[in-house]
């Protein structure tokens, strides 16, 4: 159903197709694109049953305020 945590965390398509939620908006993530989740960001990963897709998925902590430029971004 979703998650959050107290640390960035960023989701690479390798191949195929998903679907993220962020907060309350969903969208795909198509292979070759990357997205950024914020600390304490609800979120979730779903197969859209059609394409399936390799994931890559990195959690990491960064004190640094430049990271949050990144935030929602894909």
Do not use: M
């Not at 950024?36 to 049953?49: Q, Y």
């Amino acid at each position: 159903s979703g998650e959050t945590h107290d640390f960035w965390e960023f989701v690479y398509a390798d191949k195929g197709e998903t679907i993220i939620t962020s907060d309350q908006t969903e969208f795909r993530l198509k292979a070759g694109e990357l997205y950024f989740h914020k600390p304490n960001e609800f979120h979730a990963v779903r197969s859209d049953g059609q394409i399936a897709p390799n994931l890559i998925v990195i959690s990491f902590q960064c004190d640094d305020n430049a990271i949050y430029y990144f935030r929602k971004k894909f």
